[in-house]
């Protein structure tokens, strides 16, 4: 085997390295080839590599085979949009039939076609429903014009007669006589079209026609209450209903085309009261005829999508599975004999057993003479990365991944972060009324849990739900520090003991000149409630917070050097043991390790020694006496030597290395060292030797720049990381101010009033202040400040994150394929 | 002496919650190993942050002054 036999520098631990991989070849005879990829999919732990990466889709030996399955999915696809305008929603199968893909595929293409011949029926039948539709309407609408208008004439012509019978009327003009009788004489035959026009077409429509046959014509419309479906859109419109009136076949020549431009739909309508009502009565029928006839179909549609709904979740599964195993299957090639597939892959080293188990059973259970032949491959090649994670380690994981994933089997920095994340979070996040606001938010999240899986969320509330367990974490270790920081809604309690401070005597008058004074013990849990709100608070707080965090900060970073040992230890790495791990410690400790220390012995000591002299001087003048800022005896011999290590740790990091691997690289050529592979016929293994022979090579003044880059990076990082550590003051200092901030100018001040309204007001504005910008925005900040410290502070000590994942040929992955 | 005792009941605790995931979560060596860093490393990042607030405390340079208004 091409990689180093391990030594552990510790214990196997979960999640800690990477499972161990190994690159199986399978031969598997051709016609147990299905099976066996259906067994292997159905296990999911193994990950085909691709033997025809040259091959083009088209050219690979199942290329027909998937296009098959592809229609078959498109048409399974067909019916889910069919059934999801139906509402019809495809029910989980109860009964387990095995069903033929073969059969299915016949199956799924007579559906397919029944189901488009109803739908162009349906489509064509509700067109001419709505056809009969619009024209019963201007039949009526219409049929209320002539009326109306006849109605009107009668009741001019009763008049005009009766002023004819009294006669003697002298006002009568002589010309209107003659108007009318030569009207009825010489009878111009008006022609009319009716129809429906969509209303906000109508204004246009009428000007239109009006110029078109200059003033020619005469316009009736009426508008329609309820809005109609278009019988060509199939959408709902408002339409008007019209009737025009022109003289000549010109004109209705005309009025026809603009009527077509403007989408206005005529219908025949007949001048006869006595034809209308007949009419209306034939169309009313038609309708009811194909009201039933429609609803006949679409009952007989929702049927066929019911039975389609019934069967499709197991359809669309048997079509994914098959389509992923052709899919893999092309990924094999093709013996020489044309009678085995050869297969290689990655599998954990711990599922060897369960591989060949289902080698075997496929071998059984498709009648084959001989069962697929089962080989360890040892290759030099990089295996993927592979951690068996559970629902609450899993997003942990995915926050490392997003740097990038682990190189195989190195350190992984989840283990820890798993706790430090959501403990620095908490650092920037403490107050424990937050806490519980968020740990209920997260209680809600995974209670609900079975619910909300197996629903589609939007992307928000989903980013949330995946990071339910990585927000409990973040909750509790805020509830714990809001106890540390002594803040509920900013609000301290005195829960622990009573304050350590009191007035200096009875009258309190000095209380707000000089100060309380200590009487008791110190406060034995978290802040001295005692600080709240008074004038020294911050400069005390942030004296605290400031040295906190590089305290945290130098104890993180020291872990994440602790963790490259580790990874040098288990890859039997001594040079870098010996010249990275040794000198870093030293160095980043006999600087703010050293630093650390200093805070620590004056808050013990409670020295009045400015450390920022101090640590400026260390470098300055080292030489000179401390004076009063001395805390320790024999202070500045330690610093001294510290001084002096330092800079020994720098040329220490910078030079041996590459002169080492130097070394080594030319002993290993000049003796020819190669244990030799262990000799098989297998073209890629040759391949694989050949790659790892050109990674061989040895630019010396590459890997010295590399060193160089590295140590100054190390050297300079110290300095920037350690400062970077201090965003867990300035975030947790801005957490508290702001609730301050809402609790005292929103809350108290509406309290003030002595006004119920304004008190609700302010409670009101109180809640989404704490919730919008606090519970929301602070968390995210904080969230990323923290993501950022994981990042960057703490992963560059000692991770790579140069592998790739491990990506498993599996069934149950499919469905995240797939959408 | 104060320091002491509440670092022993870190301490206590941090020893109480291990033997509890092992007896609850027992899962084979790797695992426990896991569960077992996990509740050291929580119990060490909350000992410390603890640590740093109370010795900040023990001996303090400045004292509350009380604002004007009280």
Aim: net charge negative.
């Amino acid at each position: 085997m091409g990689e180093v036999t391990h030594g552990g520098c510790c214990p196997p631990m979960d999640l800690f390295r990477s499972e161990p991989m190994q690159l199986l070849q399978l031969i598997i005879p051709i016609e147990s080839a299905h099976r066996t990829l259906s067994y292997l999919g159905d296990l999911g732990l193994l990950q085909f590599k691709d033997l025809n990466a040259d091959k083009s889709p088209f050219q690979r030996t199942y290329a027909a085979q998937i296009k098959r399955f592809g229609e078959m999915a498109r048409t399974l696809r067909f019916f889910k949009e069919q059934m999801l305008k139906a509402g019809v929603s495809p029910k989980s199968s109860v009964a387990h039939v095995d069903v033929n893909i073969d059969d299915l595929q016949v199956k799924l293409r007579e559906i397919e076609s029944e189901l488009i011949e109803m739908n162009a029926n349906g489509e064509k039948l509700q067109r001419s429903y709505n056809e009969h539709l619009e024209y019963k309407l201007v039949l009526q609408k219409a049929g209320e014009f002539f009326h109306t208008a006849q109605s009107r004439a009668l009741e001019q012509q009763r008049e005009y007669e009766s002023r004819q019978l009294t006669g003697e009327s002298m006002q009568t003009p002589l010309l209107q006589d003659q108007e009318l009788a030569g009207d009825s004489s010489k009878q111009v035959k008006l022609g009319f079209l009716a129809g429906l026009i969509p209303r906000e077409k109508s204004m246009v429509f009428e000007r239109i026609l009006f110029r078109a046959t200059r003033g020619n014509v005469f316009l009736r419309q009426a508008t329609l209450e309820d809005p109609v479906t278009d019988p060509v859109s199939g959408e709902k419109t408002e339409k008007n209903v019209f009737v025009v009136f022109y003289a000549g076949e010109k004109a209705k020549a005309k009025i026809l085309k603009i009527c077509e431009a403007f989408g206005a739909n005529r219908y025949p309508f007949a001048e006869e009261l006595g034809k209308q009502s007949q009419m209306i009565t034939e169309v009313s029928g038609k309708l009811l005829e194909l009201k039933t006839t429609i609803d006949a179909g679409l009952m007989h549609r929702d049927n066929l999508l019911n039975t389609i709904g019934a069967q499709f979740e197991r359809w669309s599964l048997l079509v994914r599975k098959e389509k992923s195993i052709h899919h893999t299957l092309n990924m094999l090639s093709l013996d020489v004999t044309k009678k085995c597939l050869v297969a290689e892959g990655w599998s954990p080293v711990f599922a060897t057993k369960q591989v060949q188990d289902a080698l075997q059973r496929a071998a059984v259970d498709s009648n084959s003479q001989v069962s697929a032949i089962f080989q360890v491959l040892h290759t030099r090649e990089l295996p993927p990365t592979y951690f068996r994670t559970n629902k609450v380690t899993s997003s942990f994981q995915g926050i490392i991944d997003s740097y990038g994933v682990a190189k195989y089997q190195e350190a992984n920095p989840t283990v820890y972060s798993i706790v430090t994340f959501p403990f620095l979070f908490a650092v920037m996040f403490g107050d424990w009324g937050h806490g519980i606001c968020l740990l209920l938010a997260a209680l809600y999240f995974i209670i609900r849990e079975k619910k909300l899986s197996s629903q589609k969320l939007d992307d928000i509330t989903d980013m949330t739900f995946g990071g339910r367990y990585v927000i409990l974490l973040m909750s509790l270790f805020s509830i714990y520090t809001g106890f540390i920081y002594n803040e509920f809604f900013s609000l301290p309690f005195e829960i622990f003991a009573p304050s350590a401070y009191e007035c200096r005597d009875l009258s309190c008058r000095d209380a707000t000149t000089a100060g309380l004074i200590k009487v008791r013990d110190t406060y034995p849990f978290g802040v001295d409630p005692v600080w709240h709100g008074t004038r020294s608070e911050l400069p005390f707080l942030n004296s605290l917070k400031m040295k906190m965090s590089i305290i945290l900060g130098v104890a993180q970073m020291n872990l994440g050097i602790i963790m490259s040992y580790c990874n040098a230890k288990f890859f039997q790495n001594n040079v870098n043991v010996w010249f990275q791990f040794i000198p870093q410690m030293i160095f980043l400790n006999s600087l703010f390790g050293y630093l650390s220390l200093l805070i620590i012995v004056k808050w013990c000591t409670g020295s009045q020694a400015d450390l920022y002299h101090v640590m400026i001087y260390m470098f300055l003048s080292p030489t000179d006496d401390l004076g009063e800022n001395q805390l320790f005896v024999g202070q500045k011999t330690l610093q001294l030597v510290l001084l002096l290590l330092a800079f020994v740790a720098v040329p220490w990091m910078l030079l041996p290395k590459p002169f080492i691997l130097k070394k080594q690289h030319e002993a290993r050529h000049g003796v020819e060292s190669y244990t030799p592979l262990q000799t098989t016929e297998e073209s890629l293994q040759v391949e694989s030797t050949h790659d790892s022979h050109g990674h061989e090579e040895f630019e010396f003044s590459e890997v010295f720049v590399h060193q160089l880059i590295h140590t100054i990076e190390f050297v300079l990082g110290a300095v920037s990381n350690t400062a970077s550590y201090l965003r867990l003051w300035a975030l947790s200092l801005a957490h508290s101010e702001l609730s301050s901030v809402f609790y005292e100018k929103v809350l108290l001040t509406a309290w003030g009033y002595n006004n119920v309204i304004i008190l609700i007001l302010g409670l009101v504005v109180f809640i989404f202040a704490t919730v919008g910008v606090l519970l929301v925005m602070e968390t995210l900040s904080a969230f990323l400040h923290a993501l950022r410290l994981h990042w960057v502070e703490y992963q560059n000590k000692f991770y790579e994150g140069d592998g790739y994942n491990f990506h498993p040929f599996s069934f149950s992955l499919l469905d995240e394929d797939e959408e | 002496m104060a320091f002491a005792v509440t670092t022993l009941i870190f301490a206590v605790v941090g020893i109480m919650v291990s033997l509890c995931t092992r007896i609850c979560f027992n899962q084979g060596p790797s695992a426990n190993l896991f569960h077992l860093t996990l509740v050291l490393t929580a119990t060490t990042c909350c000992w410390m942050m603890w640590a740093i607030v109370y010795l900040a405390q023990m001996k303090p340079l400045i004292v509350p002054i009380l604002s004007e208004g009280e």
